[in-house]
Structures are given as structure tokens and as C-alpha cells.
């Protein structure tokens, strides 16, 4: 089995997964740092992702849609907190306009993943917490969800343009 | 995001009223007996109005409910809006079990860069 455990925090909404695989550190990361990898596995096969921006810096963001079987898309978001190849990553998943504003109404989740070696394989520990409107209000204030829009925008005149 | 969990509104709700320290604490306390208002206001170190605002907050997400007797408002914490978060976690738990799986996948099926010669472009 893949999963080798699962903890659930319902006080703290917490969900932590642990998983193994028999892979190269560097692969696995690849899994997240691809984005043509990573549209493969992160929406369910029901609703496949696609991945239209893919920047996995420090207030870099990710933005993809997940299309479902009825032709309904729902649009998400990354925004990355921290980065170092190829054993950790965090970020802030959420809800996006069709437009890719971020919806700050409703919840976010913060993720965190941490890779490292094991039995010659790879361990991956994936902790995602419940964000309240409280740390998105703290994210608004930093100025990142602006940038975020700045960059939609400028995605925006590429098309146009 | 993970469909069928947060974009259920009702959830969305439900999180960010439990996404709060003090909010989970009067979750908590509510949920052994009722308490006024006036005694939550007491047990934290703000405002009663504060409490107030956090306890409409709980009151909206349906994790508690409020009922006037006499000149006290007693609020009662809902187990099913309790249970509905643990299921949400569940709902969670089962999108990141299939996220791995499908990870697992295809990273048997995408050949090891340093095993075989390079690959010939991306397939989408």
C-alpha cells in the first residue's frame, strides 16, 4: 500500500498523509515541479486539472481548472510560501473566479509537503490545514493576492495581445 | 482544490467558523451543556461584543445555535454540524489517498530519466 498512514485533527482541521514510494526523491518532486505531471494526478479522474500557469518560486503562483463530466470547471489557485527542491514545498490552495481572482469568501487550504529519501525509495509527508479568513486576510495584507491579480492581468494582455 | 469537499458551501462555512481558536474552544464548551452568552464573554479575555461576533459566526455555519430565555441567550452547540466537519476531513482524507494512488501510477509509468534514453517530448 502506497498510503502507509493518515491523521485526521478534526480540532485543528488538519489532514496529515504519509505515503511511500518506490522512486527517486528527484521523481516524486517532479510530480509537483512538471506541470503537465502534475494535471495527471492532482483532480480527481472525474475532474481532470489543467495547469495554465506553473510557477513553483516564493510568491510564485499555480492556477489551474478542474473540468468535470457536466462541462462545469472549477478554477483553483496556488500560491507558493516556500520552495526548496527537492524535499519541501508549502502553499495556499483556494478558489478562483472564472477570471482566476481569488475567491477570499470561502476557505483556503494550506499545504505542506515534505519529501525525503527512505529504504531507497521516497517518504512523502502531505499536511493540509483549514485556512481561516483570518490568514487570507494576512495573505491580502502582504500584498500577495494583488500580485496575484497583477500576474492574471499580464496572462490576460498575452492573449489579447 | 478538492471538488465535492470544499466546494460544498455549507462546508466552506463550516471551516472557516472552526478555523478560529476561540470559536473551536466555545464549540467545544457548548457541546458538554449550554452557556450564556454573559458566560463565554467571561471565560475570554475580549470583549463581549467580540464573543458575540464570534458566536454569530458559529450560529451561520450551524456549528451552534442560540435560543433567548428571559434576559439570557443560550447557545448550544449542534453535534450533526460537528460530524458534518469530521466528514469533510474524511472527504479530504479520500481525495489525497487518490491523489497518491494516481501519483503512484505515474510514476510507474513515466520511465525513470536515468534507467532509459531521454524521452522524445512531453506527452500531454
Redesign the interface.
Known sequence: MTVTSVDKDVDRLTLTVVAEFDAAIERVWRMWADPRLLERWWGPVSHPATVDEHDLSVGGAVRYVLSGPDGQTTRGWWRVTNVDPPVSLDFVDGFAEPDGTPITERSTMTVQVRLARHKGGTRMEVRSVFSSREDMEQLARMGALDLFVQSVGQMDALLVG | ???GV??D?A??GL??A???ATR?DIVRRCLRGESSVSQLAAAYPMSFAAVQKHVAVLERAGLVSKERRGREQLVRTDVDA?RR??RA??Q??T??????????R??AE?P???ASAPSRG???
Open positions: 482544490m478538492v471538488v470544499s466546494a458551501e462546508v466552506d471551516f472557516h472552526l478555523a478560529d473551536r460537528v466537519a469530521r476531513l474524511d479530504l482524507e481525495a489525497w489517498r487518490g491523489r497518491v494512488d494516481r501519483m503512484a505515474l510514476l513515466v525513470d530519466p536515468d512531453r506527452r500531454r
